[in-house]
């Protein structure tokens, strides 16, 4: 779906995890379609590169509003969506996008500390940020996306707390989409196979290993190749338009055939 059919033009949209990879360029899309977004994450270098990209691709001249938040903090979530209807008065699109990942085999000695940390972040958050927008997504009839993963519908090795979190966050949206169908809510979820962000680099592997791997894993996948956040991006915002209003509860699996292929 090109750019030049999406108009989010006075639309209102939180993003998490927008300081970089697939929530950075998500911001830089709904910008240029004409959104007022949100851009929030720990760290303020990165949102301001962020933000200096909005700016230049915006059509209407607008600036980001950011946002340094936490949101495995309950006070941080708050803030954010205060900070959010304070400057706008409204919100119209959540993306839960910011989430962590680790592995590590279940006799871990860190296991429990390991488990709070990725659930608070992927889990938690996504709840507590839902049951904070949901009278204000109401008055809009706005919608949300989750962001999950394809660890969410199937397993992988040594990966079982992040895979948890995302199934989690499946048959939260699908809860979700049942209860607030009636109050005029779509809630649906993206996910995303392999993609080429800092998301390896995040958890302690180098970006040369990083880039490694995904040359190595690309071409076992049906489209040959891991994927960009640009097709991520591409598939929130459709689940966020006009163009999917009869589009509710579902997964939207964006992997290049990933799910299918053997690891």
């Known amino acids: 779906m090109s750019s030049n ?24 899309e709904f910008f240029r379609s004409g ?33 340094v938040a936490d949101v495995s903090q309950v006070e941080d979530c708050e803030r954010l969506v205060d900070k959010t209807i304070g400057k706008y008065g409204k919100l119209d699109i959540l993306v839960n996008n910011a989430g962590i990942g680790t592995r590590g ?17 992927n889990v938690r958050s996504v709840v507590y940020l839902c049951h904070l927008c949901v009278k204000h997504l109401e008055n809009t009839k706005g919608n949300i996306v989750n962001i999950s993963s394809v660890t969410g519908l199937r397993p992988f090795r040594e990966s079982f707390l992040y895979c948890m979190s995302k199934s989690a966050i499946d048959l939260f949206t699908k809860c979700l989409a049942v209860d607030l169908g009636p109050k005029g809510i779509r809630v649906n979820v993206v996910n995303p196979g392999p993609v080429r962000t800092n998301f390896m680099v995040a958890r302690g592997i180098s970006r040369e290993k990083a880039d490694e791997i995904y040359q190595q894993i690309g071409p ?44």
């Open 105 to 121: 085999p279940i006799d871990d000695p860190d296991i429990l500390e390991k488990y709070e940390k990725i659930m608070d972040t």
């Open 220 to 263: 076992n996948y049906p489209l040959g190749r891991v994927g960009e956040p640009i097709d991520i991006a591409n598939a929130i915002l459709f689940l966020a338009s006009n163009e999917s209003s009869f589009v509710t509860g579902i997964n939207f699996v964006s992997d290049g055939g990933a799910i299918f292929s053997a690891h």
């Open 35 to 67: 959104a007022y977004v949100v851009i929030t994450g720990r760290n303020l270098d990165k949102l301001s590169e962020v933000e200096k990209v909005c700016e230049k691709v915006s059509p209407n001249g607008l600036k980001p509003l950011v946002v």
């Open 5 to 28: 059919v999406r108009n989010f033009n006075g639309k209102v949209v939180l993003i998490t995890g927008s300081s970089d990879g697939i929530g950075a360029v998500t911001a830089v």
